[in-house]
């Protein structure tokens, strides 16, 4: 019986550990223009996760922009595509990585979208810059949903 109940502490002690696992962060950048200048915002990665799929939902309801100007996304590997739907002020990208590679360098921004302010924008002016929680999600090698913890970003 001395072995079986080894056996049993062992189970709760990794069951634990696994339980406290810590979500990786993905963050928006805050970022700096002018008045009817481009301001580009980044999706950084705290630390290396592979993704293979997933969708980012960009809120941009409280910047006063004009416009759009690109969107991108990168992969060490070149093999991350996506589309992005522009409905608004809200930017919804689903993307696809078939070999992981997605998110496996937390040097380089996962997502830049290149947008162009107000020109009547007040100087000092700060808008919020958001993931939205409950439409963004990254899968990982199984196919399986990953936590995240959000952290908004902002533009002045």
């Not at 406290?20 to 950048?29: A, K």
């Not at 929680?133 to 990254?138: D, G, L, P, T, Y």
Request: with cysteine.
């Amino acid at each position: 019986m001395r072995g079986f109940s080894t056996v049993l502490v062992s189970l709760a002690v990794c069951a634990t550990a696994a339980a406290q696992v810590l979500p990786i962060t993905i963050r928006v950048s805050s970022e700096t223009a002018p008045p009817g200048g481009m301001a580009q915002m980044k999706v950084l990665m705290t630390s290396p996760k592979p993704i293979t799929s997933g969708n980012m939902f960009i809120d941009l309801t409280a910047v006063s922009f004009d416009s759009i100007d690109g969107i991108a996304l990168f992969s060490d590997m070149g093999d991350v595509s996506g589309a992005a739907v522009v409905n608004g002020s809200n930017v919804n990208m689903q993307f696809t990585s078939p070999k992981g590679t997605f998110g496996a360098n937390s040097s380089y921004p996962l997502m830049t979208v290149a947008l162009r302010l107000n020109a009547g924008v007040q100087n000092g002016q700060v808008f919020p810059v958001s993931l939205n929680s409950s439409a963004s999600f990254w899968q990982d090698l199984l196919g399986l949903t990953f936590p995240v913890e959000l952290q908004a970003g902002s533009i002045t």
